[in-house]
């Protein structure tokens, strides 16, 4: 396949996507949230590791053949670039959504509202101090909430390049941010292999 007719393709992927209806679903889904701002550091960097942490192995053979065909595109000039950045991280949230058992209706855009909890429980953690979540966490939660919490903090300094880690750094920081939204199991280990029920990051 030729340079322009990749080009062409994806640029062919990129007006399907952009002229979908757009519909904000959950953090996960929009350009802010952490799931693809790592998929873009892993296409800046090639340390595929920061976005495979948010897939499950079921979908690792696929999120890798997805990485390799747009870090090959990239270089193609910035107009592939750009469709391709956007081709991986449409992909990678749409594995993840899949291995919560959660509906992908596509990936928002920067700015996009999410709920109160969802920025608090984020603050939270970028401050190391619980306090924005005080007004929006009942009294009886708060002994779980701040187990969670000090779970999510114990694994955020960890290797980028250790993908065992990296998965356990997210499945404590889904299980945060649900349970500051009211969700009441635990996630355990079925973060990114897949549930069903309550919110979805």
């Known amino acids: 396949m030729t340079p322009v007719l990749v080009t062409l393709v994806f640029a062919a992927t990129l007006a399907l996507v952009l002229l979908r209806p757009l ?24 340390n595929l590791a920061l976005a495979l942490r948010w897939v499950g192995p079921e979908g690792e ?41 959660a509906p992908y209706t596509g990936l928002q855009p920067s700015g996009t509202p999410v709920d109160e909890w969802v920025t608090a429980a984020d603050a939270a953690l970028a401050s190391g101090d619980l306090s924005p979540l005080e007004e929006l966490v009942p009294a009886e939660r708060w002994d779980e909430l701040e187990r969670r919490f000090a779970a999510v903090r114990e694994r955020q300094d960890h290797d980028p390049t250790d993908l065992d880690a990296g998965r356990a750094y997210v499945e404590a920081y889904v299980g945060f941010v649900h349970y500051a939204g009211g969700e009441e199991h635990d996630h355990g280990g079925d973060h990114a292999h897949g549930h069903a029920g309550g919110h979805h990051h």
């Open 61 to 101: 053979t696929e999120l890798r053949e997805v990485f390799a065909s747009a870090r090959a595109a990239r270089g193609l000039g910035e107009a592939a670039r750009q469709v391709a950045d956007r081709w991986f991280v449409e992909n990678l949230v749409r594995v993840h959504r899949a291995g919560e058992g």
């Open 23 to 46: 519909r904000a679903s959950a953090h996960c889904d929009t350009m802010d949230g952490p799931t693809a701002r790592d998929g873009m550091q892993a296409l800046e960097t090639g």
